[in-house]
């Protein structure tokens, strides 16, 4: 995609919890029409969806799927109407359909939206679709191979190659949280924010993971509105810029996956995307990274060159990458921190860089935020999209 065609003028959020009295057309109606006000546009201005699937919630994605969101919020202006599914990319590929019809002329205004709401799914239905979920069919299924398992294999190895410490593990969960006690939106707002010591004394999921490693389901929803630079330029309002972008495919198969060749693709495609932003890694002033689980946020840290090889782990204990600390990281706390909301996790990471650009993230805002480092990874991590964002061209 072209450097610096399109920006996001508009965010509309709720907060996550488990509401099952909050339906999934109130979050749609909430969310999309905060982002077009926020936008400073008419929702007749509205031009095209491009829609997050929903993931296990076969009614809502049906609806969705054919048609029936502008509809029911009564945009006149509509061309055009996508549900995209990529698993937690799939945000990424929304904004991409945005640009392309935005840069091509056919809309000059894009809504994305999601929404999920885990709440209303019977328990026998959310076990059976994560445990099949991203997992291969064939060759991972049938052995019991779960994401958790798949997490905690990841974990010890990487804890293996780098020294990383069961308590410096656990202090991720610490930093995450840190950032989600102060997030209105976040699941665990006003919480306390556990310490290294508590997550290691709740159960064992499976070594060497935690039961406080692990995420809380939850039910939530976002919106942005995206516009061509040119005229979120005219209108003058606070903007998010999309300055640059790279991907990498992995693998589907997650027990088959090279994790050289992903930590390799995390950071070939950092230097890509910021070379056609046109900054260096010293410009970026938050690194608002997406992984869900907290095992791959010392690992993506390093392959970031955040911080030395080896040494994540004693930067998360330190508390640099937490709230106060000098590495701003992850300012919604991913997964671990707002709740998951399935494929919804990577649509709230690019509302919260929208909202640090615009100058809205209150008490978390990161001072003379200028350039995120905004990522989305694909299903059970099949893929890196890199990109990005700044505060103007």
């Keep these: 995609m072209s450097k610096g065609k399109i920006a996001i003028i508009g965010i509309g959020e709720v907060p996550t919890g488990n509401y099952p009295q909050r339906t999934h057309w109130d979050i749609i109606y909430d969310t999309c029409m905060e982002a077009i006000r926020d936008s400073g546009l008419h929702k007749n201005d509205i031009e095209a969806t491009a829609i997050v699937e929903p993931q296990a919630q076969p009614q809502i994605n049906g609806e969705l799927a054919f ?15 996508v549900l995209c599914n990529a698993g937690g990319a799939s945000t990424s590929s929304c904004i991409r359909l945005a640009e392309y019809w935005i840069t091509n002329g056919m809309a000059k205004a894009v809504l994305v939206p999601h929404v999920t709401v885990h709440s209303t799914i019977p328990l026998e239905d959310q076990i059976n679709f994560f445990a099949k979920a991203g997992v291969d069919l064939q060759w991972e299924y049938p052995y019991g191979t779960t994401y958790n398992i798949i997490m905690g294999l990841g974990a010890n190895q990487y804890m293996h190659q780098s020294g990383c410490t069961s308590e410096e593990m656990a202090s991720v969960v610490t930093a995450l949280r840190s950032w989600a006690s102060r997030d209105p939106n976040s699941i665990f707002y006003k919480k306390d924010v556990p310490s290294v010591e508590k997550v290691l004394a709740s159960d064992m999921l499976n070594t060497p993971l935690h039961k406080r490693e692990s995420n809380v389901l939850g039910d939530g929803g ?10 979120a330029k005219k209108m003058k309002g606070p903007a998010a810029y999309k300055l640059g972008e790279s991907a990498r495919y992995f693998s589907g198969t997650c027990v088959l996956r090279d994790m050289a060749q992903v930590q390799d693709g995390w950071r070939v495609t950092a230097k890509e995307a ?29 392959a970031l060159e955040v911080v030395p090889p080896g040494q994540a782990g004693k930067y998360f204990l330190q508390g640099r990458m937490s709230f106060g600390g000098d590495i701003p990281w992850s300012t919604i706390g991913d997964a671990p921190g707002r709740g998951h909301t399935g494929s919804g996790v990577s649509s709230a990471t690019y509302v919260e860089t929208a909202r640090q650009l615009m100058g809205k993230a209150g008490v978390r805002q990161v001072k003379d935020c200028k350039y995120v480092y905004q990522n989305s990874n694909g299903g059970s991590g099949f893929n890196i999209i890199a990109s990005i964002w700044g505060k103007e061209i």
């Design 67 to 81: 048609g029936k969101l502008p509809e029911e919020l009564g945009l006149k202006g509509i061309k055009d109407s």
């Design 274 to 302: 910021m070379a056609q932003a046109g900054i260096k890694k010293e410009d970026v002033s938050l690194w608002n990274v997406y992984v869900a689980y907290p095992l791959a946020h010392p690992m993506m840290a390093e």
């Design 222 to 231: 976002c919106a942005m509105v995206i516009v061509s630079a040119e005229d």
